[in-house]
Structure formats: C-alpha cells, structure tokens
C-alpha cells in the first residue's frame, strides 16, 4: 500500500493560468454596465460599524461575497458558452469535467501566399456520395485515390458462403392429388440475396433419391414461390441455392378421399357398403366405425384390393337409425381420412 497522494491535475496547467489571467484581468466596457447603481445601492443599506475590528470584518466578508458571486458569474458564463472564445476554451479544458462546453471552432484562415508567388484556387474535395464521384473542375491529380471511389459490384458466389436459405409450405396437409406453394428465402449475412436461382428438389416418402422439381430466381426480397405438380404421396422438399446452398427439408402429407357408396345388401334388411379411396394402394386398411354417444367407434376393418377399394355388409336396424363411415388409415405414403358420415334406417 502506498503513502503518496496523486499529484494534482491542475498542477502547471496552461488552461488554468489562462483562466487565472481572465479571471483577474481589468473588466471590459461592456461588463461595468449598471457598476453605479450597483455601488449606490450598496451604499444605501450598508450598517455603519463599530471600531476598526468590525469595518475589517465588513470589508473580509464583502471581498470573499465579491469572489464568490465573480467564480459563480464565470462558472454560469462558461456554462451558457458566452465568454469570449479563447476563455471558453480554458475554462473548457479546466471545467470540462462537470459538463461545461468547449468554444465553437473556427475555420482556420488560409495564409496568405508568399510574394511573387501564383494564387491558384484550391481544388474541391472528393465527393463523398456513392460511386465516388467527384465535385465539377476537380482534377484527377487534385485529389487522391480513395477506397470509396470504385464502383460497387454484386457479391460473387464466393461472398455467398454464410447464406441461409429456408423453405416453407402453405399448406401442411393437402387433398390428394392436388398442388402445393412452397416458399423459399435467400440471405447472405442476414440480408437478401437478390436475383439467384434456387432449385427445388423432392423425394417422395419411402425413397431414398432427390429429383429435380423447378427453379426459380429470387426477388428483391430475396424470395422465390415455386408450386411443383401434382402431389399424390407424401412428398419431402428442400432447395438448394449459390455455393451449394442447401435448406431443410419440409414435408407435405396427402389426404386421399374416401368415397362410400350404398347399395342394397343380399339379404333382406341389409345394405352393401362400398369403400373407395383414390390414390391409396391395395393392401391399405380401412376402418367401418358407428357413432354412438358421441364417439366414434370402431367395429369392423378391412384391407383395400383391386382398385383402391372394399366393401362392407351391413344390417340396417330395425328401429332408430345407425350412423356409420369409412376411415383411411395413415401409412407413409399418405395421410389418415374419413369418408362422409351416411345414416341407415328402415323405410
């Protein structure tokens, strides 16, 4: 542990011996406006005292009130930023600290030129706007090369090695058969990368092999919609773009239909139910489920053949009514489905 104090900052400061300076130097014309009344005013409610020890006090007390009404009128002075400019800057580089302002700066004056020597205009300076550009008459000699003076060019692919590019589907789940909006998005360093081809690959569930499926250039936004043909099976997709780019992938489910149809059964008081669901394969089950108390249940199950379809024999009952439908399991190729419910009764 140390015993020496820190020297002072103020120590041998040239900004305070300037300020010192103005602080004592004999007042200004301007500054001994109102010095008459000021003094007859004070005359008016001074007390006379008693004895040589009291107008001694008198005097000690008015010069320290006099100092300190100077330092506060200074210290105010240099807050407002009034004093004259050489003063502002001292008390600036002394006060600075607690928030008092530095004296505006002045353009230095150009010196004049040696005698006998040409006067010659000094060239503008190099514009700063983009394209580096410079202002009329200036030479190419006047001003030096700059980094900002050469044209801007687009990113080569080399630049795209940080991009990311996403894809997303607008429908998760579709019907069958039917045809899907895929979006892509392309940005390099968090920004979009503009006017690059992206290409959509899909691999359809339970392949193992990516196939080409359209391409597309990205906006301004950095964006791409592509819609790909008809999708019968559940289909992944992703996208690759600049520098092998590559998204993740995104997978679209297929809801098939489910057909039920109604014919008389072959014996009396039964109805013959016909299940057909087109793009499902053969060997697909299906489920026959009855609603009761508000659920539905399960009661009968058959695989799909020849066709994509089955069928179901069932009784009609003899009073009330049974309502009934036909539901498509889910496999990998597709998703679950439920036929429209139809209602048996007697006639």
């Known amino acids: 542990m140390t015993t020496e104090l820190p020297e002072d900052p103020f120590a041998a400061s040239p900004a305070l011996d300037l300020l010192s300076s103005a602080l004592t130097a004999a007042p200004a014309?301007?500054?001994?406006?109102?010095?008459?009344?000021?003094?007859?005013?004070?005359?008016?409610?001074?007390?006379?005292?008693?004895?040589?020890?009291?107008?001694?006090?008198?005097?000690?007390?008015?010069?320290?009130?006099a100092a300190a009404l100077a330092l506060a009128g200074c210290m105010a002075a240099a807050y407002a930023a009034v004093l004259p400019a050489q003063v502002q800057h001292a008390a600036y580089q002394v006060l600075g600290f607690i928030g008092v302002p530095d004296a505006p700066h002045r353009p230095p004056s150009h010196p004049r030129p040696a005698a006998g020597a040409p006067v010659t205009s000094p060239s503008p300076p190099a514009s700063r706007h983009p394209g580096?550009?410079?202002?009329?008459?200036t030479s190419p000699r006047s001003a030096p090369a700059s980094p900002s003076a050469s044209p801007r060019r687009s990113p080569p692919a080399a630049a795209l090695a940080a991009t990311g590019l996403t894809i997303a589907a607008a429908r998760q789940r579709i019907a069958a058969g039917s045809r899907d909006e895929l979006y892509a998005e392309l940005t390099g360093r968090g920004r979009p990368v503009a006017g690059q081809v992206v290409q959509l690959l899909q691999r359809d569930a339970g392949t193992a092999h990516w196939q080409p499926a359209g391409q597309m250039l990205t906006n301004l936004a950095g964006g791409a919609t592509l819609s790909p043909s008809a999708i019968t099976v559940n289909t992944w997709f992703r996208l690759t773009g600049p520098d092998q780019t590559r998204s993740s992938p995104v997978l679209v489910i297929v809801v098939p239909q489910v057909s039920l149809g109604l014919t008389a059964g072959p014996a009396p008081h039964t109805v013959v139910l016909t299940v057909g669901c087109q793009y499902a394969a053969p060997g697909d089950f299906v489920?026959?489920?009855?609603?009761?108390?508000?659920?539905?249940?399960?009661?009968?199950?058959?695989?799909?053949?020849?066709?994509?379809?089955?069928?179901?024999?069932?009784?009609?009952?003899?009073?009330?009514?049974?309502?009934?439908?036909?539901?498509?399991?889910?496999?990998?190729?597709?998703?679950?489905?439920a036929s429209e419910p139809i209602i048996l009764r007697r006639s």
């Open 132 to 137: 580096g550009s410079r202002s009329p008459g």
């Open 287 to 337: 489920l026959l489920q009855v609603r009761a108390d508000g659920f539905w249940e399960s009661v009968r199950s058959h695989r799909l053949g020849p066709g994509s379809a089955t069928t179901f024999t069932v009784r009609v009952p003899a009073t009330g009514r049974r309502v009934l439908r036909a539901v498509l399991l889910a496999t990998v190729s597709h998703g679950r489905s």
């Open 29 to 65: 014309d301007d500054e001994l406006v109102g010095e008459a009344a000021a003094l007859a005013m004070y005359r008016a409610v001074r007390q006379p005292g008693r004895g040589p020890a009291a107008r001694e006090h008198r005097r000690t007390r008015t010069l320290v009130a």
